[in-house]
């Protein structure tokens, strides 16, 4: 069973900075693709971003929304089976429950629906 835990949320100041990290396990191979996405109170469900596996090849792939491309970075470390998700300069629009989720695909396009998402940390920004 895939398990996905994260953590890291918090309030933060217009401009600041999160790192939010996600715990994986249950995964049977290394290539899944994971991710996160948000949602806000009355708004729909936003992809944000998501990263390959690198099964030995050691080089991935990465997707970015619009809405946070060059303010957050994914990056992954298989061998703690965790995922992060660095935010700098947030704004308060960035205020949401942000859930760590697999991906059957990710590529620099897009990414899939997912098939699993964790239990989701809240991130408030405001004055």
């Known amino acids: 069973e895939v398990q996905l835990v994260e953590s890291g949320g918090g309030v933060v100041q217009p401009g600041g900075s999160l790192r939010l990290s996600c715990a994986a396990s249950?995964?049977?191979?290394?290539?899944?693709?994971i991710g996160w996405f948000r949602q806000a109170p009355g708004k729909e469900r936003e992809g944000l971003t998501c990263?390959?596996?690198?099964?030995?090849?050691?080089?991935?792939?990465?997707y970015y929304a619009d809405s946070v491309k060059d303010r957050f970075t994914i990056s992954r470390d298989n061998r703690k089976k965790t995922v992060y998700l660095q935010m700098n300069s947030l704004i308060p629009d960035d205020t949401a429950v942000y859930y760590c989720?697999?991906?059957?695909?990710?590529?620099?396009?897009?990414?899939?629906?997912?098939?699993?998402w964790g239990p989701g940390t809240q991130v408030t920004v405001n004055s």
């Open positions: 989720a697999a991906y059957q695909s990710c590529t620099v396009g897009g990414m899939s629906q997912p098939v699993g």
């Open positions: 249950g995964f049977t191979r290394d290539g899944y693709a």
């Open positions: 990263v390959t596996g690198t099964v030995g090849t050691g080089t991935y792939t990465t």
